[in-house]
């Protein structure tokens, strides 16, 4: 028995080296509630299609079958009584390597390593079981949430702060932006104003000298030459 296990082992090491497809479960380990269904992972990398080949899902402390695929479709000669009716397995997804098994209505007793192995390409990948009941999983909740929780200002909420300080920072930035932006603008219509009521005077002001400089002309003028002043009160004789 031995023997045949190391073989096994060298064979998997050649098709892994090689470059070959192998079997890969992401989730080593999951915790699932009594009663609930669990999906068991597994699937081919690089991905490679296994409808033609034969592919197992098996207990491995068991070393029981718990779902077999056969000639394009289920087995269920060699499956555990326990698992019949409890199982699903999407032949669609076959084409991409993928081999993920459901179990359904979780028993304590479906705790266990479970192994997906498909024989043509002799690659295997485990993943380990444990169903809790719904009063554990109840406890583990409430001792969740009573357990004490460290202050914000602990070492591990660093992230937490800098991304409250990064936000006001930002919030300050636009704010003082914002700030600068109606300064400028009320700056620029006070300047218009400004310059608007200066170049009123300006012209009020030129219109007042020209004023002051006629009368001046006009009163040179009469000093200057008496007669000048009656010339408007001679008639002319036709």
């Not at 060699?78 to 999407?90: E, H, I, L, S, V």
């Not at 990948?125 to 914000?152: F, H, I, M």
């Not at 991304?163 to 400028?184: H, P, Y």
């Not at 002043?229 to 036709?238: A, D, S, T, W």
Request: glycine letters at 6%; a positive charge; proline letters at 5%.
């Amino acid at each position: 028995m031995e023997g045949i296990q190391k073989l096994l082992r060298i064979l998997l090491f050649t098709v892994t080296v090689t470059g070959e497809p192998r079997a890969i479960c992401p989730n080593p380990t999951i915790e699932a509630v009594e009663g609930d269904a669990v999906t068991l992972p597994c699937y081919l990398d690089p991905p490679h299609s296994v409808v033609d080949y034969a592919a197992d899902w098996k207990r491995a402390d068991l070393k029981k079958v718990v779902y077999s695929y056969r000639h394009k479709q289920e087995n269920r000669n060699d499956q555990m009584a326990q698992y019949k009716g409890r199982t699903t397995f999407n032949f669609d997804n076959l084409i991409r390597g993928n081999m993920a098994l459901q179990i359904s209505s979780l028993q304590p007793s479906d705790s266990g390593p479970y192994e997906c192995f498909v024989s043509r390409l002799w690659t295997s990948c485990g993943v380990n079981v444990t169903v809790v009941s719904k009063d554990q999983q109840n406890t583990t909740q409430r001792d969740d949430y009573s357990a004490p929780r460290p202050p914000l200002d602990e070492p591990h909420n660093t992230d937490g702060r800098n991304r409250e300080t990064a936000r006001a920072v930002i919030i300050s930035t636009v704010v003082l932006l914002f700030g600068v932006l109606i300064v400028v603008l009320v700056k620029r219509g006070t300047i218009q104003k400004s310059m608007t009521r200066l170049r009123g005077q300006g012209e009020q002001k030129s219109e007042a000298a020209n004023g002051c400089e006629l009368k001046h002309l006009r009163t040179s003028s009469t000093n200057s030459d008496p007669d000048a002043g009656n010339l408007n009160n001679v008639q002319v004789v036709k």
